[in-house]
């Protein structure tokens, strides 16, 4: 069974730009979670998706950034436009039942 | 607010030695779920060991166990027989009954020296 899995793995982009992240979850897990981890910091929620429906944003920095999860499988967060403080690691994850939630590799984003 | 501590930003043992990563939490809620997460370089995060807050009994997972101590808020995470493939950054980490946000700590970068 494959695993969760992020597009890209590595992203460098300067200030100012859009950069589109993208997370395809394990088949038939209905909740898909981000979370980002910023240099030297603790991994922070930013929201959880239940399907297509956002069940939780409370994470969510700023309205600079977007998730949306298309029919309920995979999920894209955009940034737009992009700061230098969004620079980190961004992860994706799904779970069926909450409490496991499988993790995917994670997207590296520079913002220079 | 909820919040995880882990004191050891960087360990390294030899092969075969025993470790202990350090971890404390802070919530004011009785019903949550505790977990350890591992991170090999370049590799996805996965889940090493789980433990529910209102078991006394603490959790084993082959080489990997935890030292539970609900009343000081402390969750550590016993290596046995480190090997080199142990080598990981790890995420002490919680969850709340009630919600469905993990909330994590800085991390541990061990290292397993040959």
């Known amino acids: 069974e494959a695993g969760v899995t992020q597009f890209p793995s590595h992203s460098v982009i300067e200030k100012g730009q859009t950069v589109t992240l993208r997370c395809d979850p394990i088949?038939?897990?209905?909740?898909l979670y981000w979370y980002r981890r910023v240099m030297g910091k603790e991994i922070k929620f930013l929201l959880h998706?239940?399907?297509?429906?956002?069940?939780?944003e409370s994470g969510m920095p700023n309205n600079r950034f977007l998730a949306e999860r298309t029919g309920g499988t995979y999920s894209t967060l955009k940034v737009q436009p992009a700061e230098l403080e969004d620079s980190g690691v961004y992860f994706c994850?799904?779970?069926?039942?909450?409490?496991?939630?499988?993790f995917g590799p994670g997207t590296r984003l520079t913002v220079l | 607010a909820q919040t995880v501590t882990q004191s050891q930003p960087e360990m390294s043992v030899q092969e075969a030695e025993t470790v202990t990563l350090s971890c404390t939490y802070d919530?004011?809620?009785?019903?949550?779920?505790l977990f350890w997460y591992k991170q090999p370089p370049s590799r996805q995060m996965i889940l090493v060991i789980r433990?529910?807050?209102?078991?006394?009994q603490n959790a084993t997972e082959n080489r990997f166990s935890v030292n539970f101590q609900k009343a000081a808020k402390s969750f550590s995470l016993k290596i046995s027989d480190s090997q080199l493939g142990d080598t990981a950054m790890y995420f002490c980490?919680?969850?709340?009954?009630?919600?469905?946000?993990?909330?994590f700590g800085k991390g541990t970068r061990l290292h397993i020296l040959p």
């Open positions: 994850a799904s779970s069926q039942d909450r409490l496991v939630q499988y």
């Open positions: 919530t004011s809620e009785s019903n949550y779920y």
């Open positions: 433990q529910e807050a209102y078991k006394q």
């Open positions: 980490a919680f969850i709340l009954y009630r919600d469905d946000k993990i909330i």
């Open positions: 088949s038939g897990h209905d909740n």
């Open positions: 998706f239940v399907k297509e429906s956002k069940q939780d």
